[in-house]
């Protein structure tokens, strides 16, 4: 594999992604590393032959002094002042999206980016390919990490990358295929502003050569701009009917249309109406890939979600449990309550992350008329409560209370009865009660075993 970074390299971050990176250049014959993270570095067993320098704690970035290239992770802020004076002086920094995509045999790339539904959609382009026969991997902010593709990587294959605001912030090339689903504001806490977040987002169709495809949601603002900035010659477009209802994939109810050919929800394993964006933003980059649309259709009613994603839990005495412990922000649970039919308890709550809730109440309050009963949990639980009193909930007819512990918001909640549903889908992430949203979500699991 021909290699044009100059040594020293530096490796900026140190989890995984950055230990993937320090074994791509050991694997590339880079003989000079600099490794550089705020946290203690333990390093892997480092061949004969390359001499490596670490740097931690508070001054971490002195090691900067010690190279000439840097790859960046993803999770390190490229637009400090140190790195900024790094590239001022004739450093040049990278990503490990930067070095894939320079470096990359694959046949086809395909990018998803997003606020919302990145992994579902990937995951599902992946299941349509493998159906259909066409050899594919998964990588990038799910599955491995990019520069891990490299190892196993041959001409048929196809690589498909979500790609997250952070890892497409320096970007200066984009994928063959390129999806763009809803955007609206995340990781401001890391992010100077919305504006910088989605510029972010557009480098994944900015830099498209005019034999590329762009997928985006036409009726999402933020997203239609974005894909406004690729030069891509094809751009294929999601609505929905009730929009403009002109698109090359259109949303009417649980029905999804792509040239003659329709796909039901009914028909498939997920739940959850707005997983039909995903499955329209899949269909058409499978299209782009030279799928056919009866094909892709055919091969989501096999599909089934990602854990705890509007994950079906099944039914035990006559309650529907639904497990969606990946919904750590309001939109993800709006979305996700909109799928409900039957008479619902919601289990809301969890860590502080200064989101605005009025949106989320205001929709559970006056437009899901089957909510009857709302669990309230985690350190947000007071002022998700004061939000939901001001929409309006005290003559909504909703009980609504808050609980120390999952169990007792789990044991509260299946007071729904026969007939009903009980969802946690709770808008928050889940540090303080749980290590991450995963263990909430076996913890969920193991409940409704007990049920």
């Known amino acids: 594999m021909q290699n044009t970074l100059v040594a020293p390299v530096g490796v900026l971050g140190f989890g995984v992604e950055g230990q993937s990176t320090f074994n791509y250049l050991v694997r590339s014959g880079i003989k000079d590393i600099v490794v550089m993270d705020k946290n203690p570095v333990n390093l892997p067993e480092v061949p004969a032959g390359v001499n490596v320098k670490t740097f931690s704690g508070e001054g971490y970035l002195d090691g900067l002094k010690d190279c000439v290239t840097v790859v960046r992770s993803a999770g390190v802020y490229p637009m400090s002042q140190d790195l900024f004076k790094f590239q001022m002086n004739g450093g040049i920094m990278t990503s490990q999206i930067q070095l894939f995509l320079e470096q990359t045999k694959s046949k086809k790339i395909v990018g998803v980016t997003g606020t919302l539904g990145k992994g579902s959609t990937v995951s ?25 593709l490299l190892e196993t990587e041959t001409p048929d294959r196809i690589s498909i990358l979500e790609l ?11 994928p ?61 477009a999601v609505c929905h009917a009730d929009g403009d209802g ?39 980059a499978c299209k782009a890939l030279g799928i056919r649309v009866a094909d892709a259709f055919q091969a989501l ?18 309650i529907e449990f639904f497990n969606d412990s990946y919904a750590t922000r309001p939109d993800a649970t ?31 309050v006056k437009e899901r008329p089957n909510l009857k009963r709302i669990a309230l949990i985690g350190a947000t639980a007071e002022r998700m409560l004061e939000s939901l009193k001001q929409a309006g909930l005290d003559s909504a007819g909703i009980t609504a209370k808050i609980f120390p512990t999952l169990e007792e918001a789990f ?12 969802i946690m889908s709770p808008a928050c992430a889940s540090f303080g009660l749980f290590k991450n949203y995963k263990v909430r979500g076996q913890v969920f699991d193991k409940l409704v075993a007990g049920v």
């Not at 890892?167 to 984009?174: D, E, N």
């Not at 249309?257 to 899949?282: F, H, P, T, W």
């Not at 096999?302 to 035990?316: H, I, V």
């Not at 044991?411 to 009980?422: H, N, Y």
């Open 124 to 148: 599902m382009i992946s299941h349509i390919l493998t159906k259909c026969g066409v050899e594919n991997e998964i990588g990038g902010n799910f599955g491995v990490p990019a520069l891990d």
């Open 176 to 236: 063959d295929v390129g999806v763009v689903l809803r955007v609206s504001t995340e990781h401001l806490d890391w992010h100077k502003s919305v504006e910088e977040y989605r510029d972010a987002k557009a480098n994944l169709v900015r830099w498209q050569k005019r034999a590329g495809t762009c997928v985006y949601l036409k009726d999402a603002a933020p997203s239609a701009k974005i894909a406004g900035e690729s030069p891509a010659g094809t751009k294929y």
């Open 334 to 364: 709006i979305a996700a309550t909109a799928s409900m039919n039957r008479p619902f308890a919601l289990i809301l709550g969890g860590s502080e992350k200064n989101a605005d809730f009025t949106e989320l109440s205001n929709i559970l």
């Open 246 to 284: 002109d698109g090359d994939a259109v949303i009417e109810g649980a029905t999804l249309a792509i040239d003659s050919e329709k796909l039901y929800l009914a028909d498939c394993k997920v739940r959850g109406i707005y997983q039909l964006e995903n499955m329209a933003a899949a269909t058409l």
């Open 164 to 174: 997250s605001s952070f890892q497409l912030m320096t970007l200066s090339l984009s």
């Open 301 to 318: 009613k096999t599909y089934e979600t990602l854990p705890f994603r509007m994950e079906f839990k099944g039914e035990k005495n006559g």
């Open 411 to 422: 044991a509260d909640s299946l007071a729904i009865g026969k007939g009903g549903t009980v």
